[in-house]
C-alpha cells in the first residue's frame, strides 16, 4: 500500500496495541511504541479526522499534495535567516534549542490505508508546530498539556492514553502544575481551529502572533508552565 507499511490482521493489530500500550507506560520515552499504539487504534479517529480534512479547501490540499514535514521539503538554513518573530525563525531556534529535527518521526507502518497513513504521519509531523503554537515546552507537564489538546483535536485513543500515562508518572510537586494546566488545556483544544487543516508550510513567514491569533491559538501562561524554556524531554 505503501513503502512503510506492514500487513497485519485484526488480531495482530489488537496484540500490538496491548503490547505497545504496556510498555510505553513503562517506558514513555519510547515513542516508537507510543506509534505503534496510535496506529493500531486510531483507525476510527484517522477516518473522522480524514473527512474534516476534506470538508476545507486548505485540508482538502493537503490531502491531495501529501506534503511531508521532513528536511527534503524544508530550508533549515532559510528558516534560520528569517525575520525575528516570524513562524519560521521560531521554529527554527525550537528545533535548534531542543536539538530536535524534522526527520525523528517514525514512519507509519500499520495503517492499512495510505491516505489514513498520511494522515497519521502529518499528524506526527506538526507536533512540534503546536508546541511552539501553544508555548508549551517539551517538558512532561508540556507533553502532557500538548497530550490533552490533540486529544480534541485529532480523538486518537493513543492521545489520551498519553495524557493519562503522563498524569500517572508525574510526582506531587509537577502534579500541582498539571492540576492547573489540563483545564487550560482542554479550553484551548476547543478554541483552536481544526490544526490538521493549516498549511504550515505556507505560513513560515507570517508574524507568529499574527499565525497564532488566526488559528484561535491560546498561548499556556508562564505560570502554568507554558512559553518554551530550555529543558528538553522525551517527545511523545
Known sequence: LYPSHVPTSLCEKLLLAGDSALRALANPRRADLVGVMGETTGGLALRRMRDRMARSSAGAAILRNRLRIRSENLDLAALRGMDDGTFGRAYHAYLSRHDFHPDERTEVRFVDDPELAYVMARYREVHDFWHLLF??????????????IETIQTGLPMCSAGAVFGTARVD????RNLAAVIPWAVRAGYAASDLMSVRYEEE???????????????VCPAELGGVDGDAAAPRW
Open 135 to 148: 508555548g508549551l515546552p517539551p517538558t512532561l507537564v508540556g507533553e502532557v498539556a500538548l497530550k490533552s
Open 172 to 175: 506531587f510537586k509537577h502534579g
Open 204 to 218: 513560515f513567514r507570517a508574524p507568529l502572533d499574527d499565525l497564532r491569533l488566526r488559528l484561535g491559538i491560546m
